[in-house]
């Protein structure tokens, strides 16, 4: 089977261990032990020297064999996290740890442990007044951290040693760390959902140490209130549940009364619990329903626990309803994930073809090859000894057929059956109703991805889904599993900062590349990535950026990220294995957020500041509809800077045709391109790609689909179409032209000055070029002026190009045979940059 779906500083959510509680006593929460990689992240790369000679500068997780001459005892395990010297490797002081989005929904009696140890020979002290390590937290993301626990020299300019600074006043004043690993700890003021804990580090040149281990968060759940009770009509307090009191159904009730929250929910005496449409019910705790009772979720309706380690008690019937997106032929996809235990792919999705059930396989995707127009033919050397990349598996066993249990956060796609098809009311635009039944998924989830590092210019492609009978935020999950900067090794978190949901649109074609005699195109693909999203194939944006319940999406598992194992697989090429985290901080109760469904289909902080970002069409009259976006946001560069900011579309099957941009020193073709906030000005100059692969006479059309910021707002957009030489006012009306087939990266440009034709050409205009037709289909290009010629590029009226030639002097003479008598258009670029654009007339 072919590949057709695909066929890629911010919060992280801790990937912890978690405890249940016993009664309502103390229960860990989350904590870090080092003993593997992952759980925080770092704001500078870590670094060790390991030179004793330089002062051993390091930031580090370590077992000490990297930070050589530190003994520490009663380490916890045999890894921790050690700092000396930060500024030694030329890192801007302070430098900062972070532990962010620790679930404490439902907790109370918040407390902070941790482990600390100082490289103390007990003479020589070296804490200077100036260094310090602070413990801070800010619960519910409020920007503002709080004092945790702060660690001081005695308030003595030089070489004293560290104490607990007990008032927070700049002073130590408490007691000494040593090189004894000792337990502390405090406090945390405050309840609420989210928990962020940051450690400050001010250490300079001078031999000045700390070293971490195993960081502990606790607190004590909230004990249920008193019971309030549905009786099938009413609730016996009149107002109904809140969060903090138990909730009992007696009789059946439908949301479409009202949502409601509860600190537990228990259905019994055979009653039915719907969750309708567009509503929710929000559960802290424990969710049980009785023999005979049942809860039934509507395909856009949403259950959600809180608390990580509640409990669903099934003795009845849990189930989960869901609608495809609409579906105009039985052989579109559809990407599934169970959001209930023990459910069969095969009781799921009622109708579905036994042999087109599929999950996707990692560890066997490798693509180091590739044909062109699905000719059956590998290339698989660029001629520099680099492998070819064409977004496809080699051999074509990344696909594999799936029977029985369907595991939880794991993708899988289906079709139908023709007959199901067929024998389902309408022609087309055909939707599909199918119920998931088995105990709700809660808590929770790390699933394995794989990349094979035989091959590293490939997508390292993984099938995974939301495991939940909710919608998960999409920023939250990103946070918790994104590599930011890939230039960096952050652990835990796997995967490039992009999801890719299938929106299928354009036909299979036999030119498409794949494993199957008709292949999907890669390009109808929804992207939702750190900035922005734009819609797939068939129109729908996830603006909302949520991924419904059901719903499965492809990740790819970054290069730079620190795998959790290796292993070496069947055909001897090196596996490397990463965990995804979904856990039920996450999960959304908002009305519609899980009320979008795609067929096989921001920032951690809001700013009071829209971004600037604009979304541009390109339609066809033969159906083709992609769409690409541009976002100007804080923290991004000009430059790539990677997925999570600038995200690839998928280009190398493309069978219709497919907008993007282009970022300079990069061949990538960006579906989502994040751009510098501040480089959004009146000469700003945004470069558009255009590919197509239409072979028939079309009609394209270029406009804006919606645009948000104070200066995308208040500024005209133009479009610049640099073959005609044309510039078009795109917030006044769609730009309509013709293209050959071909790949198209200098022709358009979107610019915001209207001036811009000519302070392009610099003061060259069109009189300064002349084009003279000589004999035997010569034909002479000349300036006027003292600039030369370097390109000549010749186009017909349809936009095709006919010939390029390359230009060294102010004269250049060309021979053009086989042109009809016609008129044709010369783009000719000179010495300067500037390019002028001419019609001419072969007589």
Known sequence: MKKTTPLKSLALLISCLFISSIGFGQTKLAEITFETPGGY?????????????????????????????????NIQGSYYFAAQDIDGEGATLPVRFLMNNVNISGYTSLEFRVHLAEDDDGANEDWDDSDFVHFNYDIDNTGTFSDLLWIENDGTVFNTEPLIDTDYDGTGDGTAITNTFTQFTQNIAGTGSLLDIEIVFNLDSGDEDIAIDNIEIWGTLIPCGAPVTW????????????????????????????NFSACSLTVNNNSTLTINDNTYIEIQNDITVDIGSSIDVQPYGSLVQNNDSGVVTNNGSMTVDKITAPMDAWYEYTYWSSPVSGETISNAITGSHPNRRFIFNGQTFLDHCAETGNNNILVCDDGFGNGVQDDIDDNGDDWQSISGVMQSGVGYATTLTQFAYNVAPGASNKTFRFTFTGDFHNGIYNIPIYRNDSETNDNNWNFIGNPYPSAIDVDLFLAANTVIDETNTFPPRPIVGAIYLWSQNTPPSAIANGNQ????????????????????????????????????????????????STSINGDGHTIAQGNITFNNSMRTTGATDNSLFF??????????????????????????????????????????????????????????AILYTNIEDSNKKFGIQGKAANSLDINETIQLGFKSNVGVATLFKLSIDHLQGDFLTNNTVYLKDNLLNKLHDLSASDYTFTSEVGEFNDRFEIVFNANSLSIDNIAVDKNSLSIIELDNDHVQFKTSNSLNIKTVAVFDLLGRQLYNFE????????????LNSSIYIAKVTLSNGAIITKKAVKK
């Open 599 to 656: 067929k096989g289909s921001s920032s951690k902080k809001n700013s009071k500041t829209q971004a600037n970002k604009l979304w541009l069409n390109l339609i066809s009259d033969n159906g083709i509809f992609n769409q690409t976006a541009i976002a100007y946001v804080d923290s991004a560069t000009d430059a790539d800077d990677g997925s999570y900011f600038d995200t690839q579309k998928n280009a190398a099957i493309v069978t219709g």
């Open 231 to 258: 009786d099938g009509s009413a609730w016996d307090n009149i107002t109904g549940p809140d969060i903090t009191t138990e909730a009992i159904i007696n009789g059946n009730y439908n949301t479409s009364t009202a």
């Open 517 to 564: 005699q008709l292949n999907f195109s890669d390009s109808d693909f929804a992207i939702i990535n750190g900035v922005t999203q734009i819609a797939g194939g068939d129109g729908i944006s996830p603006t909302n950026r949520k991924i419904p319940s059901g719903q499965a999406f492809f990740v790819s598992y970054s290069d730079s990220a620190t795998p959790v």
């Open 41 to 73: 992240s770092t704001d500078i790369t870590e670094f060790t020297d390991q030179a004793i000679s330089t002062g051993r500068d390091y930031f580090i997780r370590t077992d000490g064999s990297t930070i050589n001459g530190v003994v520490f005892s």
């Open 807 to 818: 230009g060294q002097k102010s004269s250049e003479t060309y021979r053009l045979s086989n």
